[in-house]
């Protein structure tokens, strides 16, 4: 599956996760201002991408795979200690030669929550 010139696409969890990330002031009502602007910012890096491993792994995104339970789930950095959880949404994920998530191959994704899970 290749997304040659296009972006990840970008689903959410549910109806109201969505209509919160597509108005401001839900957001900041939801989150605070300082995590809503982050938010809009990682979503902005995400958009854009043509897939994901073109999100940075370095701050200030910071886009690491999470562990346990929750490895086939994703994370980017919003405010300490925040992040913006999503995961690939593709069935069947895509898997690289090592057996772990080609991350080049991940061209859609949905978003999950924003949460402190530490």
Do not use: W
């Not at 957001?27 to 938010?39: W, Y």
């Not at 809009?40 to 792994?57: C, T």
């Not at 994703?74 to 300490?80: L, S």
């Amino acid at each position: 599956m290749k997304n040659v010139g296009k972006n990840v696409d970008i689903s959410f969890k549910n109806k109201k996760l969505r209509k919160i990330f597509e108005s401001d002031l839900k957001l900041k009502k939801e989150f605070g201002k300082v995590n809503a602007r982050r938010i809009q910012r990682r979503m902005i890096f995400l958009r854009a991408a043509p897939n994901l491993s073109h999100v940075p792994y370095r701050p200030p995104e910071r886009c690491h795979q999470l562990e346990g339970s929750r490895r086939e789930q994703f994370a980017v950095d919003v405010e300490h200690p925040f992040r913006l959880v999503f995961k690939p949404a593709h069935n069947p994920l895509p898997v690289s030669k090592d057996g772990g998530i080609d991350l080049k191959q991940v061209t859609a994704i949905e978003i999950l929550i924003v949460e402190d899970y530490h």
